[in-house]
């Protein structure tokens, strides 16, 4: 099985029970952050948190490939 097949069958099933888990928390609960009380579903929460965990990862991945082709190069 090809490497990109896999990355696309793991996505996949992470969306998949990132949507159920989601679905399952729509109650509203009141977020303390530093100063301020935000009140908001736990489902837009786990939305928001786990957007920036993937946008920090593809900045990761893009830091890292960038390090090793500069390493690369005579």
Same mark, same amino acid.
């Given at each position: 099985?090809?490497?990109?097949?896999?990355?696309?069958? &793991?996505?996949?099933?992470? !969306? #998949?029970?990132?949507?159920?888990?989601?679905?399952?928390?729509?109650?509203?609960?009141? @977020?303390?952050?530093?100063?301020?009380?935000?009140?908001?579903?736990? &489902?837009?929460?786990?939305? !928001? #948190?786990?957007?920036?965990?993937?946008?920090?990862?593809?900045?990761?991945?893009?830091? @890292?490939?960038?390090?090793?082709?500069?390493?690369?190069?005579?």
């Amino acid at each position: 099985m090809h490497m990109k097949k896999i990355k696309y069958i &793991a996505a996949g099933i992470i !969306i #998949t029970l990132m949507g159920i888990v989601t679905f399952q928390n729509l109650e509203e609960k009141t @977020i303390h952050l530093l100063f301020a009380e935000i009140r908001m579903p736990v &489902a837009l929460l786990l939305l !928001i #948190t786990f957007s920036i965990g993937m946008i920090a990862g593809w900045i990761a991945t893009i830091l @890292i490939s960038n390090k090793k082709r500069a390493k690369n190069l005579p």
